[in-house]
């Protein structure tokens, strides 16, 4: 998971001096290792500039309800690129690179739950669309499997639920993340040791928890406005948000397993650990290019805003049309002539 891709071997691996394993790593770096990394620092840079060119778009084209929310969600591909490409020129700063990327992307997941209900017009337009529908709650990662589950009422209570099982995960993400980092500092964090003395192996399950528990909302109000939304490419949005997650966690846990069990084998001065982070670093960047490119193209479109709920449109109609009354073949609002 991000915030955990081995940062405390990247220590020891220097041999104990401070910054050996970034001088040795440069300078055992061969024509085609020095290509790799000019080619994967520049496709960082272009990720940043393309980031920033459509953050310019947004700001002058889209409404300002709506803007700080675009805004964090395309900048998840960009920054985790950044922290990456950091952490791959400076391996001592991986710990906190990590930290970084998890705590914005945490606030991500909220914000694309935010996104989706401000699409819909906002949470009183939200509440008067679906006042008579269900929230299906059989849904991953939590209950997919639990299709006898009944569906919950659409309320403003309902709502709030949703909206703080995204928000939890933004406070106590960062939480245990600096947590982490000063246990890290003291020696007492390793990925490595997973009994259950450690501080790893419980860190880890409390994130994990988290983290389910945060996914579940937006699956959830995912299964509710797909279809509503799929003149605004909420589908396409949705599967970009689900790239970026499991590439930055699935993906990197994957690694780092691999590398623990020294499937990834060692090559000094980098241990298997060490190399297992500095391969995702390398992965991330390009998956993480890719995916701003494509978010450039799925959110730089312009939508029409939804129509109304129908009997909002009603009220509206019946509150604009005043009762005229004929009389004598004039015509007299709200009264009758001469009265």
Same mark, same amino acid.
């Given at each position: ?6 940062g405390v071997f990247l220590l020891s691996a220097a041999g104990?001096? +401070? ?22 620092? &520049? ?70 739950? /935010?996104? /989706? ?27 997919c499997c639990c299709l006898c589950l009944p569906g919950v ?5 309902? &709502? ?16 245990? /993340?600096? =947590?982490?980092?000063? &246990? ?11 009994? %259950? ?23 959830? /109000? ?6 509503? =939304? ?14 970026? =997650? ?28 060490? +190399? ?32 109304? %709920? ?26 009758? %002539?001469?009265?």
């Open positions: 998971m991000p915030g955990e891709r081995g104990g001096s +401070r910054g050996g394993l970034f001088r040795n790593l440069n300078l055992g770096l061969d024509l085609a290792g020095r290509f790799l990394f000019a080619i994967l620092t &520049l496709m960082t840079l272009i990720a940043d500039l393309v980031f920033i060119e459509e953050a310019i778009y947004i700001y002058r084209k889209v409404p300002s309800s709506k803007r700080s929310i675009l805004i964090w969600i395309n900048a998840a591909a960009p920054v985790i690129a950044t922290t990456s490409c950091v952490g791959m020129w400076i391996p001592r700063s991986t710990m906190f690179t990590d930290f970084t990327a998890a705590v914005f992307f945490a606030i991500v997941i909220h914000k694309f739950l /935010m996104m /989706m209900i401000k699409e819909c017009g906002g949470q009183k337009l939200f509440l008067r669309r679906f006042e008579n529908d269900r929230f299906k709650i059989s849904t991953g990662p939590c209950c009422r659409i309320t403003r209570q309902t &709502l709030f639920w949703l909206k703080l099982g995204t928000f939890q995960f933004t406070f106590f993400r960062p939480v245990f /993340m600096f =947590l982490s980092i000063v &246990l890290w500092t003291n020696g007492n964090y390793s990925l490595s040791d997973l009994s %259950p003395e450690g501080a790893a192996i419980w860190i880890s399950c409390f994130v994990a928890i988290l983290t389910i528990i945060a996914l579940w909302p937006v699956g959830i /109000m995912f299964q509710q406005v797909r279809v509503l =939304l799929n003149c605004k490419k909420i589908i396409p949005k949705f599967a970009l948000y689900q790239f970026v =997650l499991i590439l930055n966690h699935l993906q990197t846990a994957i690694i780092n397993i691999l590398a623990m069990q020294r499937i990834i084998p060692c090559a000094p001065p980098l241990s298997s650990s060490a +190399r297992g982070a500095y391969v995702t670093h390398q992965v991330l960047i390009m998956e993480m290019f890719l995916i701003t490119l494509l978010s450039r193209l799925v959110y730089r479109r312009k939508y029409d805003e939804l129509e109304p %709920p129908e009997c909002a449109c009603e009220e509206d109609g019946d509150s604009k049309q005043t009762p005229k009354i004929i009389f004598n073949g004039a015509v007299s609002e709200d009264r009758l %002539p001469g009265f």
